[in-house]
């Protein structure tokens, strides 16, 4: 089956850094998704991508699908104690009444005040 | 609030017994996924529903069973609990082609 391979599995930064995470897959899928889960709490949609190449910006966020449609990266710029959690990747394909994603394992977060 | 409603919040029961959690998707979404996150995991795919059809199921146990209501709402039944089982259960929903929406999930503990 497809699989994700979300790195690096955590990060330990101090605030005000930028961050990059990404997902890259054996297979090719037709969206990207971002989500971040707060402790405790269901994974929150952050950014989602439909086309290869492109480059979509949420706030301080920024994610791209890969050309090859087989990655997508998500970077944080100038983080704060807030973008604490864990961030998952997704990949969905656009099949009728489908529409299931594979999510990768996370990149944990911490930023240090 | 997401719109997608998971009930109950809480639940803690014995090893063996047999639990029921329940999902109500956002409105006007189709699809239901149910996802099994144990501690310090990710995402485990349990299974998936589309008004009221089976239509994808990932690593469920056979102890674990699911329905989709005429109304769209959801059930996940776990049944001969083991301790393993102890995990948060997500409910997710989506319109085609959109990314999840997910309930705050229900913290099984199995004692």
């Known amino acids: 089956g497809q699989q994700l391979n979300q790195s690096p599995q955590s990060m330990f930064i101090q605030e005000g850094e930028d961050v990059s995470m990404n997902c890259t897959s054996s297979?090719?899928?037709?969206?990207w998704l971002w989500y971040k889960q707060d402790p405790g709490e269901g994974p929150v949609l952050l950014i989602a991508?439909?086309?290869?190449?492109e480059l979509t910006s949420n706030g301080r966020l920024t994610a791209q699908f890969g050309t090859t449609r087989k990655d997508s990266f998500l970077n944080i710029s100038a983080s704060i104690p807030s973008d604490v959690g864990i961030y998952f990747c997704?990949?969905?394909?656009?099949?009728f009444g489908a529409g299931k994603s594979t999510f990768g394992d996370g990149t944990t977060l911490t930023v240090k005040p | 609030d997401s719109g997608v409603t998971q009930t109950p919040k809480h639940l803690i029961t014995a090893t063996g017994q047999r639990v029921t959690l329940r999902c109500s998707p956002r409105s006007g979404d189709l699809s239901v996924y149910w996802y099994q996150q144990s501690l310090d995991q990710g995402l485990q795919f349990l299974i998936q529903?589309?008004?009221?059809?089976?239509?994808a199921k990932g690593n469920i146990l056979e102890r674990f069973s699911a329905q989709q209501f005429p109304d769209l709402h959801s059930e996940l039944n776990l049944s001969s609990l083991e301790l393993g089982d102890s995990a948060l259960y997500f409910c997710a929903s989506n319109r085609r082609g959109e990314g999840y929406t997910f309930g705050s999930g229900t913290r099984l503990t199995v004692v």
């Open positions: 991508l439909y086309k290869a190449g």
């Open positions: 529903y589309y008004n009221g059809e089976e239509r």
């Open positions: 297979s090719i899928f037709n969206t």
């Open positions: 997704a990949g969905q394909l656009r099949n």
